[in-house]
Every structure is written in C-alpha cells, then in structure tokens.
C-alpha cells in the first residue's frame, strides 16, 4: 500500500487547513489510519487515528477540539481537518495504515511521504 499525503502549506495561527491521504491502486478501507507529526529537532508523534470499521477516533491531547479525522471509504481517503492552527503545530504530517487501534507509530505498517504544514504567528 502506497499512502500519499497532501494539502499541507503555510497559514496564519488561528487558520485552517485539510489534510489528505490516498492510496492509489490501493484501499485503506481495512485499515487503522493514522496521523503522525514530526516537528524539526523531535521526535515523531501520533495525532489522530481513525478505526476501520466503525470509524471510532482517537486523539491527541494537544490536537483534541480542534483536529478532526474522518475517512471516506467510497473516495479511498483520510482526512484530517485542521482548524485553529497554531505555531506549535508546524511540523510534517505523516498518514500510516496499520491493523491496530493504536498511537504507537511502530504498529502501523505503510506511511506516506509526509507534507509540510507551516503556522505563522
């Protein structure tokens, strides 16, 4: 499975944007998928996961009331709304598909290339 991610860019603190993931050739329908972030100087981190089935989700602290994930199995994508941006999450967003409701990184098994999202103060 080839996962890629997309939508990234630059935006104000306070503004918007939506994340994607596809998997051409692919479904991510039978998978857990998940966002991770990867900020300069640290290590990677989960954010939000959507399950397979019932679409149950998951996030993290720092993200909770403003991210929201979703996926739309019909259209083979996951999304990541972001809203209220701020500095802090600037990083690179990575999707990943895995077969476990879990923020550990290490148990999803494809990642996409990753896109940039920049917040300016």
């Known amino acids: 499975v080839q996962l890629q991610a997309s939508g990234g860019g630059l935006v104000q603190a306070g503004g918007s944007l939506r994340l994607s993931c596809t998997a051409p050739g692919s479904t991510v329908a039978s998978y857990v998928m998940g966002w991770f972030r990867q900020a300069p100087g640290r290590a990677r981190e989960f954010a939000a996961r959507?399950?397979?089935?019932?679409?149950?989700?998951d996030y993290a602290d720092s993200v909770k009331g403003r991210f929201t994930v979703s996926r739309d199995n019909s259209q083979n994508t996951v999304y990541l709304q972001m809203n209220s941006l701020k500095p802090e999450d600037t990083a690179v967003y990575y999707c990943?598909?895995?077969?476990?409701?879990?923020?550990?990184?290490?148990?999803?098994?494809?990642w996409g290339q990753g896109t940039q999202v920049t917040v300016s103060s």
């Open positions: 959507v399950s397979e089935s019932i679409g149950s989700t």
């Open positions: 990943a598909a895995g077969n476990f409701d879990s923020r550990l990184s290490g148990l999803y098994t494809y």
